[in-house]
């Protein structure tokens, strides 16, 4: 009994979590999690993790993976900071890449198109909420 009451427990928290790589509500808590519906940054993330994130990282530094709103998608996007640039203006510009794709993401991403810094993951239990959301 106790074992099916984690298993629905999971459950509604996958359910609960987005169903694409996005921050869900923005509620008060800092942390949640995130169903990881691409292969954009394997081998750190599979398709089906759920990505833990920190909603209100205190600092972005090369090598973290972020969860950003990019111009250019209309989804935020998962990506992994690879270098931090300065624009003309001193602005900080975050170039991001996915670990497995061969290029950068076409456009520098400022600190405030990031959403949240992923500190963890669980693996493959997000495919619960690929399958119900279609993705």
């Known amino acids: 009994m106790k074992r099916i009451i984690t298993i629905l427990f999971l459950i509604l928290a ?4 987005s169903g694409c790589i996005n921050p869900g509500d923005t509620g008060e808590t800092q942390e949640s999690m995130n169903v990881v519906v691409s292969s954009s940054m394997e081998p750190a993330l599979y398709r089906g993790d759920i990505a833990i994130v920190d909603k209100n990282p205190d600092s ?12 250019w998608y209309p989804h935020p996007i998962i990506s992994r900071v690879v270098s931090i640039k300065n624009d003309s203006s001193g602005n900080t510009l975050y170039e991001m890449k996915g670990d497995n794709n061969p290029e950068p993401d076409p456009e520098l991403v400022s ?10 993951s669980i693996p493959k239990i997000g495919y619960i909420t690929i399958w119900i959301n279609g993705y």
Do not use: C, E, L, P
């Not at 600190?111 to 963890?120: D, M, N, P, W, Y």
């Open 14 to 17: 996958i359910i609960g979590a």
């Open 111 to 120: 600190r405030s198109q990031i959403i949240s810094k992923v500190t963890g």
């Open 60 to 71: 972005i530094q090369v090598g973290d993976i972020v969860i950003y709103n990019a111009t």
